[in-house]
């Protein structure tokens, strides 16, 4: 297992629609291994592979208090989502320290494949459904500041663009 470099917004790799898992072999595991390590060392609680420019259908993630329960879904799809939306504040390892509020399904049903290739079901309420949401936006090349009026969202890019000129520099 390695950390692996967290692609920021808003680098155009971001907006990359994913492809199915098309086999769950060993690489497979080794990635979301690695990816699980990335997001717990961040201190996150899901990381989508496209956010560490893999663009293939993977998502991990872990919303419990005790932050043992780790959850990997491979080609994850939603078959069920409730009507009833709820707003939650959300934040993002590729948008460190931005938080703003997204409405989304307060319940949603996912099928996926776990690390052995097996599918699942999970049902997903509060946090755990605002991560698993949000993990599959990020799949199909979505980033939560696209929910934000274009104003906040110029101000985000701005600020992150700024941080990396500036992270850059303190490097060099």
Known sequence: ?????????????????????????????????????????????????????????????????????????????????????AVAEEGCLSVPQVYDKIERHARVKVRALDRDGQPFEIDAEGLSAVCVQHEMDHLRGKVFVEYLSGLKRDRIRTKMLKRTRDEQRARA
């Open 1 to 85: 297992m390695a950390q692996l470099t967290i692609l920021r917004y808003p680098d155009p790799r971001l907006h990359t629609v994913a492809r199915p898992v098309a086999a769950v072999d060993e690489r497979i595991r080794a990635l979301a291994a690695s990816m699980l390590e990335t997001m717990y060392a961040e201190s996150g609680v899901g990381l989508a592979a496209t956010q560490v420019d893999v663009h293939e259908r993977l998502i991990v993630m872990d919303t419990s208090d005790s932050r043992d329960q780790p959850l990997v879904l491979i080609n994850p799809e939603i078959v069920w989502a409730s009507d009833e939306l």
